[in-house]
């Protein structure tokens, strides 16, 4: 297609920048509204998003404006003329006005979140718009909650509201959450706390994985899990706990001792945590000495790990938890979950909005892609954590201020 048609009069014609694509792979749907409008894509920017996909924190969210382009190519303007055939430099501004000008559209709009390019458009007398009601790096893992909304399908172990109560559609059929789950002597905070604890001892599902941000207890809850199906239930024979080696600041360096002893720095919060509960409720198996006042894990009962010792093992009749999964790739996370074999149950925790791995961000990664490729499988289930937070007040400062 090219550049060189009109459009019947009442109909918008949006030229949509490389960022705006960037931002909101959908946005040519969402402009084109239906038939009301008329979307044009120049080829510079075609060539920009190519460039792009050298890029690796942007090549997930290429591919994906690449396939919505594929899938609406029929419906899409893309403009070429002579000025589409200028060299190609790093600054393409220029370029994408160059064609604009160039094309014979009717009233263009330019659609860009570029102030520097609005205001180049103006000088040379087209017109321009932004597009901010987008989230540009938001993942997968937050977008589906858990829930859905009216209308939208149902997904095995998804919930919906039925008169303020949740509804949690299992494969077997739907039941109301009318009820608060009790694991070691802990009552959850929230709502969401309490269907996190559903989801995670419900007996069809395998694979749970719980978002949220910082102060939602995710991990408290999986520990509480995993000690109530153990050492109560003994519903599997031991813990594993595995995590990402990931620093912030500073590399820590060669570390002396074994590999409990080297893991301690990174795992001093899951064993705080555990004395924690062990506080609530005696957890007699998973320490060597419980009446010590030295406490020491029981490795027969409770395991951490991190994922470099993973690959080869072959892990049964096991509750697994996998905290930082944001700080996994997704080929980390595939490594990782092949291990399991009969009679596992596992945890994926995580943050997106807080990723470490300078290699890694909020789209793509480890916890986004277990929600992307096991979303709709009868043994999985994911949900968000909302509600109350605890955590103090400065957390909850930095949070809220958005640093």
């Not at 858990?146 to 039941?175: M, Q, S, Y």
């Amino acid at each position: 297609m090219t550049g060189e048609q009109t459009q019947p009069q009442g109909k918008k014609n949006y030229v949509l920048d490389t960022n705006v694509l960037i931002e909101n792979p959908l946005s040519v749907v969402k402009l084109r509204n239906g038939v009301e409008n008329a979307i044009h894509i120049p080829y510079h920017v075609l060539m920009e998003l190519e460039n792009l996909k050298k890029t690796p924190k942007l090549r997930h969210i290429v591919a994906n404006v690449i396939q919505v382009l594929s899938d609406n190519r029929d419906t899409i303007d893309f403009i070429q003329n002579d000025k589409s055939h200028s060299a190609f430099t790093d600054i393409v501004d220029n370029h994408i006005l160059d064609e604009i000008q160039a094309s014979s559209i009717e009233d263009p709009v330019l659609v860009t979140n570029d102030r520097i390019l609005t205001l180049q458009a103006g000088l040379r007398g087209i017109k321009s718009e932004e597009l901010r009601d987008s989230k540009p790096f938001e993942s997968e893992s937050q977008r589906y909650t858990g829930f859905v909304e009216e209308g939208e399908a149902i997904v095995p172990n998804c919930f919906t509201w039925d008169e303020g109560k949740p509804v949690l559609h299992a494969p077997d059929g739907e039941r109301v959450i009318n009820y608060t789950c009790d694991v070691w002597n802990l009552r959850p905070r929230t709502i969401y706390q309490n269907l996190a604890l559903e989801l995670i001892l419900a007996p069809h599902i395998d694979l749970v994985s719980i978002q949220s941000e910082a102060g939602y207890g995710k991990t408290f809850l999986a520990l509480a899990s995993a000690l109530f199906a153990v050492q109560e239930k003994k519903q599997f024979d031991k813990i594993f706990v595995l995590k990402p080696t990931i620093e912030i600041g500073a590399k820590l360096g060669y570390l002396p001792g074994d590999v409990s002893e080297k893991m301690e720095p990174y795992v001093k919060y899951v064993f705080d945590l555990l004395v924690k509960l062990h506080r609530c409720r005696a957890a007699n198996k998973v320490f060597l000495n419980p009446n010590d006042e030295m406490l020491r894990i029981n490795p027969k009962k409770f395991e951490i790990l991190p994922l470099a010792f993973v690959r080869g093992m072959n892990i049964e009749n096991a509750f697994v938890v996998i905290d930082e999964a944001q700080n996994l790739s997704r080929t980390e996370v595939r490594a990782v979950l092949t291990r399991m074999g009969e009679g596992v149950k596992c945890v994926v925790l995580g943050d997106t909005s807080q990723v470490d791995n300078p290699y890694l961000n909020e789209a793509n990664n480890g916890l986004n892609w277990i929600v992307r490729k096991f979303k709709g499988f009868p043994n999985y289930a994911h949900i968000v954590l909302k509600g109350e937070r605890s955590r103090g007040p400065i957390t909850d400062m930095v949070l809220r201020s958005k640093l």
